[in-house]
């Protein structure tokens, strides 16, 4: 794409309209599953919290006006019959809006102001400006009139249950403009820089160059890679808070976290093209690893859960970063990875394995980051075979990087923890034609039809062939047209919105075609490929998918899932020659 072009057109009842850096977006979602009627600045500090509602008004009652609103990556805009307005990110922490025949209120979305929760207004009167100080998020939101005129101010200074803002309309020419920052406690006072036209063309720029440099390889045959680019792009933040580094979350929607196995995908997805960025994806949540080793749940803006793990995938993931980064990481790089992935690998071999046991468990489905799945249903406190195959490679990868750091004897005693730990796997788990579950307390095995059975198949080549085969085989059970269905769908506890029950996801897809592939399960791996891209050309980017009709569900605009397109997508073009 070349920067003279706006770039794709999307829905905001979608995809929020954001930029790089950012840490709010212009979006009707206003919480989980809730959609407003007008658009809204909605802050991620301190959470997602709506904070300023943007109404168009109609200038001849007042009253809303019926718009059409469109986005793309630099521009969003409110059309209608008698004019229009205009939004662009000037900066990640300030917007522009340039109105035309059509006047504007920018409001306070909380009516409700508490001692300890809401939204005060004010007029600034040394920075000659107007004032939303947010409880919910800390942070102040000052708007700056470069133009027009302001045709009134409600709520003022009011204290308990008030509307506040300010409306604008236009000089003689119909026109206004104004800035909108998210600031802390002061800065100097706002001055515009550039006009609006040049802000809009800058914020294009950014837009352009990233999806050059993150999809150089897109054409008519991956016809998703710049949207999946601008989930990505918009997505990302700023070091702010607990987010040690810049940080791609999973949604600027209300996923707005970093989940301590989404990360790994975002990681490699961004690895050739923005190598420093990648880095900073894949050793954000070890920022935050305890004494123990630990990942954390999660980390957001001000917050880093610990009541849950996640499965740790982060050896498979460290193996294919370190060959995908444009700049291969030199020996201090190496070095701190390998400490922190041996610290994670040894919280899974004491903290996790029972007196005796040569297998590590899991406490609860959230730890597998598969929630709900099927697997977990008689009991949650158990051994599984994905958990066994995901520390197999991760020991690997340990054994590969002591050999690289001159560490031979570190390297041995990795590759027999690796050895012995597929030997248990296979010895307690593996009955002859699939592999089971195992309950730490009662000691009693079951099987489900779910895909989490059959994720073993990501050791690909260091499986035996008749087991790999058998995997690849009960995998293609689970294939619909539109990709890998988390439950088979013809199971008594397929859900169609069941999250982990049956919805498509993008990793999985993403570890079973790796797995399959390494496997030599070209052909399945290529079907796999081909509808998860088709699925997300056609349908979006959204958390999950139903496995029967392809819709997206819940959180609609889900970074891992356009970072697996981009991966499969660039996968697909090098196989093609393109």
Known sequence: MTADRPGPAFSVHDIPFSAYGSWFDISPVVAEQTHAEDLHLVSHQNGMHAVLRLVPLDAATGERAETRVTATPGLLSWIGAAGRIDLAYESPDTVRLHGTGMPMRVGAAARTLTPFSGTYFFRDAAADAYVFTSYETGRRYRVTVLSGTVTGVFGSQALGGADRGLTLGGDADGAWEIAVEEIDTARPPYAAAAVFGKVVEVARHAFADFVDTVAPWRSSATPAAELAAYVVWSATVRPAGLVTRSAVLMSKHWMDKVWSWDHCFNALALAPGCP?????????????QDETGALPDSVTHSEVLRNFVKPPIHGWAFSHLRRRLATPPGRAELAESYDRLERWTDFWLTARRA??????????????????????????????????AFLVLQLHELAGLATRLGRPEDADRWTRAAEDTQAAMLDELWTGDRFVARGVDSGDTWHSAGLLDLMPIVLGELLPDEISGVLAARVEAHLTPYGLATERTTSPHYLSDGYWRGPIWAPATVLVED???????????????????????????????????????????????????LLLAEAHARRCGS
């Open 276 to 288: 420093e960025l990648a880095w900073d994806q894949f050793h954000l949540p070890f920022d935050h």
């Open 355 to 388: 007196p005796g046991a040569a297998l590590p468990h899991y406490q609860h489905g959230n730890d597998s980051g598969w929630d709900n799945a099927t697997t977990f249903d008689p009991e949650r406190v158990v051994v599984t075979a994905d958990l066994a």
């Open 515 to 565: 797995g399959l592939r390494r496997a030599g399960h070209h052909r399945s791996a290529d079907e796999i490929s081909a509808r998860f891209r088709g699925l997300c050309e056609t349908h979006g980017f959204a958390e999950n998918f139903d496995a029967l009709t392809g819709r997206g569900l819940r959180d609609r605009a889900y970074t891992w899932t356009a970072a697996s397109y």
